[in-house]
């Protein structure tokens, strides 16, 4: 058994999330017999992942940053994709805070890095600007000596940033 951790921004444009699954799926093919994927479920890099691991017939571990994280959801179309996510999870895991934000997210990230065998990270090479983020979590792995691989196919854009 293998367990890969996923991090990865949220803000991926609709193109880009294709880009980001198709380039998951490859990474992680070798090892779809015994695949177990962790993952917060936030929208964009973290749904393309948990897709690539149920695609491949892995199993899917979320973890919820906060009791309120999902309940939060206010797209109807964001939270039916959560709700078969949930349904399709193996086992969910929610930390102790009561409301979703930076300490909750990091939190959660650092409980999936020290799960994880291997941490995909689904990030464009920004600077962490300390508020629980993808940056942070890279950081937080490297500090662990996870190993670590980066996903940021060509092309793949934020829609808050240019490309790079």
Known sequence: MIVVGVTGHSDLTGRSIDLVRHDIVDQLRPHA??????????????????DAVLELGGALKVVAPASDYFTRISDPDSRK??????????????????TSGPAAY???????INRCDVLLAVWDGSPATGNGGTADAVDYARE?????????????????????
Do not use: N
């Not at 017999?33 to 948990?50: N, P, S, W």
């Not at 994709?81 to 009561?98: H, I, K």
């Open 81 to 98: 994709r959560c709700e078969g996510y949930l349904r399709a999870a193996v086992s969910t895991v929610t930390m102790p805070y009561d």
């Open 106 to 112: 990091l939190c959660a990230s650092k409980y999936l």
């Open 33 to 50: 017999a015994d695949l177990v994927g962790m993952t917060c479920l936030a929208r964009g890099a973290d749904q393309a992942f948990a």
């Open 144 to 164: 662990c000596e996870r190993s670590i691989v980066v996903v940021w196919p060509h092309g793949a854009q934020r829609r808050s940033r240019r490309p790079r």
